[in-house]
DNA sequence: TTTGAAAATAGCAACCG
DNA sequence: CGGTTGCTATTTTCAAA
């Protein structure tokens, strides 16, 4: 087993990052070649842990969910991540967290169903975190892309 | 069909949302139903627009793209933002665009090979728009939770 | 990497409660 | 009317070339 991708590796990962649903009989049609090959290097690239999995692509504002918030946060002392980093997972409304470096220490991204639900949950579940200094948010009028980095080169 | 999804939709988003390529067959075993009934919702909430798509998640640091950066985009004037967006998207490297309000008018995120290409890519391709006011930047160290809100209830 | 064949799944139609 | 069952076409998966 190659460690590297080569062209056909890429050419299914853009098919199936803009579908991932898409059986393998069809991949194959589509990147010329046979529906083995598909499973296989899909094998390959699972376990070389390009690929984590596959999820779905979800509109919450059609589930009812109709705030997305980006949340910024300054620690008291920047060691303390781990430990904020903990109790932030355990908020199911915040669904991405990044430990970064430059303007903040940690950023995050939160759904809530609305206003009165943000406002109870930021004040509840983000304020009251242990090493949390302060906190800069932004609210997401639009999602105007998501996407992947296109692999072809 | 109705409109408002129900405990099982939320069953079988929970188990989707996990692995998107899990067969049908599985899900309506583990969700307690038949493979028909999974068939059916899924449809449904493909129709009503709940479920968009599917995708790939990717280690993109195994593919040789170490770098994943926010960038916080103030503009010249708010009113720009559709002229600036457009600019964004011609960018390859950038794969989330928010038009947001609070701190930035514009949030994106963005990944890079390395700080060579990151730092080519921000002057030469983000800098250079016209109608940005100012960016703030911050790297993304560490990316410690990818999910989804939780349908359980 | 492809081919080919067996096992599993998808997708639909008719039926049931 | 939504759910299940059962049937057929398609897909997956593996072994051999």
Redesign the pocket.
């Known amino acids: 087993m ?1 460690d590297r991708l ?1 062209t ?1 590796d890429h050419r299914i990962l853009t098919l199936l990052t803009e579908d991932a649903q ?7 049609k589509r990147a ?12 390959k690239m699972r376990n070389l842990g390009v690929i984590r999995g596959a999820t779905l692509t979800l509109d919450y504002s059609k589930m009812g969910w109709k705030l997305t918030v980006f949340l910024g946060i300054y620690l008291r002392e920047a060691s303390l991540y781990e430990k904020v980093i903990e109790k932030l997972l355990e908020v199911p409304e915040v669904v991405k967290v990044h430990h970064s470096t430059g303007k903040y220490d940690v950023f995050i991204k939160v759904h809530a169903k609305d206003s009165i639900h943000y406002r109870q949950l930021y004040q509840e579940s983000i304020l009251t975190i242990e090493g949390i200094q302060g906190v800069e948010s932004f609210i997401s009028l639009e999602e105007r892309a998501s996407r992947h980095i296109s692999f072809d080169s």
Request: net charge positive; no cysteine.
């Open positions: 190659k080569d056909v898409m059986n393998y009989t069809e991949v194959a010329g070649i046979s529906p083995g090959t598909v499973h296989m290097r899909m094998r």
